[in-house]
């Protein structure tokens, strides 16, 4: 996706909010349906048969006829995709929609005229029942393209995506590997003794958003005052987090660019960052200090990082088991779970080795990538991927 920032009226924008409660309410309708299912019944109705029923409903009730036939079906479509995921295994069940979190929609079918640069920073697209749009031309738009989203973040900005597939980056060729290891107080450190930090907000943003959710709570539910305080608390969130999406961006090209083969932890990182269980009779242990540590792990940007790596640099990067790497000694071997003296501190008893901890665990997981790729004969975008020989496919015929 090539993302650009939408410049929309205030008429234009109240066109694309009747688009997004359409798409929301057709969406709803398909949730809907799905959960009035049971076993025993016939099965929910699919695609084809949800656009026929559309269809009637768009003759029967005119405001929803006076939006676009295009928006409704593809709100449609993509709860269809939704539910494959779901049934694959990849996503969880797709839920209600509720205006203001997630808006957005999706425009297919578009021509080669419908996008248009009117001068250096400024270009035009062609939503409709809403006209031309102007947006922010940052970066070239990829040529052909065929369907774009438009979508309004909670801070009230709103996007416009084309969908196009990046070239992935081409690898240097020198068959380095880098291990990456991911942590809390370190983002990213790299086996080269790299050690990378997500940015995050600054000290007068924190007690600004500290004055902020002070303010929500003792603002009445439903007020003006708190649906202000709550567009204020989206605004410096967002901040946040397009500052660790621009360090992801950057991050991960510049490994694509340098390295051929770069090798992460295999980490489960919904279930490191899930909450602590327990009810209110017998509450779980350090769950005050549990929610901080999650935050933290979702402020480092782990699973976006790796997420843009796959997608820069396909078939070269390399999932490693993440047993035993922060207590493993990079230069003999051994394994100690008291040679790391602190959390910035790693020094081997056996042979003497003395390095920072997280570089100390990005080398073993170099060094473990590097006996896969070894198996395997070497990374796919080096040549021929020869496997070791299955015992099982021995034993066949």
């Known amino acids: 996706m090539s993302r650009y920032r939408l410049q929309p009226s205030p008429a234009q924008e109240a066109g694309l909010l009747e688009h997004c409660g359409h798409a929301r309410y057709v969406w709803n309708l398909a949730v809907e349906q799905h959960m009035l299912w049971k076993p025993g019944r016939r099965s929910a109705p699919g695609f084809a048969e949800q656009c026929r029923q559309l269809t009637e409903a ?15 079906q593809q709100a449609l479509k993509d709860f269809a995709q939704a539910m494959a995921n779901y049934f694959g295994g990849t996503h969880r069940r797709p839920t209600w929609r509720k205006r203001g ?66 070239d992935p980056v081409p690898a240097p060729g020198l068959g380095e590997v880098v291990g990456v290891d991911r942590g809390v107080a370190v983002s990213a450190a790299l086996s080269s003794g790299e ?7 600054r000290e007068a943003e924190k007690a600004r958003l500290r004055r902020l959710l002070r303010k929500l709570a003792r603002a009445g539910r439903g007020s003006n005052r708190r649906a202000e305080v709550k567009a204020a608390i989206a605004r410096v969130k967002a901040r946040e987090s397009d500052r660790r ?57 782990w699973g976006c990082l790796v997420r843009r790596l796959e997608d820069k640099a396909p078939g070269r990067v390399v999932k490693v088991s993440p047993a035993y790497t922060s207590q493993r000694c990079s230069a ?22 003395a390095a920072n901890a997280d570089v100390n665990a990005a080398r073993n997981i170099a060094h473990a990538a590097g006996h896969v790729v070894s198996a395997r004969e070497g990374p796919r975008v080096a040549g021929p991927v020869h496997r070791e020989p299955q015992h099982d496919l021995l034993l066949v015929g």
């Open 245 to 301: 999406k621009d360090w992801v961006e950057k991050v991960s090209t510049g490994l694509a660019r340098r390295f051929d083969v770069v090798a992460v932890e295999d980490l489960k990182i919904g279930a490191m960052a899930r909450s602590v269980r327990g009810t209110v009779e017998v509450p779980g242990r350090n769950v005050r200090a549990k929610a901080g540590l999650n935050r933290s792990i979702l402020a480092a940007g």
């Open 332 to 353: 003999c071997g051994i394994v100690d779970r008291q040679a790391r003296e602190s959390q910035a501190r790693y020094r081997c008893r056996s042979c003497g080795y």
């Open 195 to 201: 050690m990378l930090h997500a940015p995050g907000l």
């Open 58 to 72: 768009r003759a029967a009730f005119a405001w929803l006829r006076t939006g676009s036939i295009i928006v409704q």
């Open 101 to 166: 979190r997630g808006e957005g929609f999706r425009i297919v079918a578009v021509k080669a005229g419908d996008v248009r640069r009117l001068s250096r920073h400024v270009g035009e697209v062609k939503v409709p029942k809403v006209g031309w749009i102007r947006f922010r031309w940052s970066r070239a738009v990829p040529d052909e393209v065929k369907s774009y989203r438009v979508t309004r973040d909670r801070a009230g900005r709103w996007h416009v995506a084309f969908a196009a597939i990046p």
